[in-house]
């Protein structure tokens, strides 16, 4: 849910998060992956100018879940959605920008891993993590330790 945050909101819960675990404890996040998203993006600019397809920024907008094609209905509901918009995307990382996040919240040593690949207990680990969010470049998962 990091992704659901500003930037700098992501450091302050990452920092709370830092506090109340044990010395030594591990913090993994699982987040879409930037990087993939955009790399999906060159790629479909190139096959749609050739094919006349829905420009690759129609995608890439959907992929980074950033924003949508309408504003939201002139509500009570649409209101709070447009004030709250907890549902969008507010800051997108790639591995080095999830990782320097972790180093600016006070962890250290933070690393890539793969689905299920971790220091973590693996049958803790299985009860908790989708596979699919990682991947074939549907995520990115970089663990650091307090």
């Given at each position: 849910?990091?992704?659901?945050?500003?930037?700098?909101?992501?450091?302050?819960?990452?920092?709370?998060?830092?506090?109340?675990?044990?010395?030594?404890?591990?913090?993994?996040?699982?987040?879409?992956?930037?990087?993939?998203?955009?790399?999906s993006?060159?790629?479909?600019?190139?096959?749609?100018?050739?094919?006349?397809?829905?420009?690759?920024?129609?995608?890439?907008?959907?992929?980074?879940?950033?924003?949508?094609?309408?504003?939201?209905?002139?509500s009570?509901?649409?209101?709070?959605?447009?004030?709250?918009d907890?549902?969008?995307?507010?800051?997108?990382?790639?591995?080095?920008?999830?990782?320097?996040?972790?180093?600016?919240?006070?962890?250290?040593?933070?690393?890539?891993?793969?689905?299920?690949?971790?220091?973590i207990?693996?049958?803790?680990?299985?009860?908790?993590?989708?596979?699919?969010?990682?991947?074939?470049?549907?995520?990115?998962c970089?663990?650091?330790?307090?």
């Amino acid at each position: 849910m990091i992704e659901h945050l500003f930037r700098e909101e992501a450091v302050v819960l990452l920092r709370e998060v830092r506090r109340v675990l044990a010395p030594g404890g591990i913090c993994r996040v699982v987040i879409p992956d930037l990087q993939s998203m955009v790399r999906s993006y060159a790629e479909r600019v190139r096959s749609s100018s050739a094919h006349g397809d829905e420009p690759g920024s129609e995608r890439l907008m959907e992929m980074l879940g950033m924003s949508s094609r309408s504003t939201p209905p002139r509500s009570v509901l649409g209101f709070y959605r447009r004030v709250t918009d907890f549902e969008r995307h507010k800051w997108m990382y790639d591995e080095a920008g999830l990782s320097a996040l972790l180093r600016e919240s006070g962890f250290t040593g933070p690393r890539a891993c793969g689905s299920l690949q971790s220091d973590i207990p693996s049958d803790v680990l299985a009860a908790v993590e989708n596979p699919d969010r990682i991947e074939g470049g549907a995520g990115i998962c970089v663990e650091a330790r307090k």
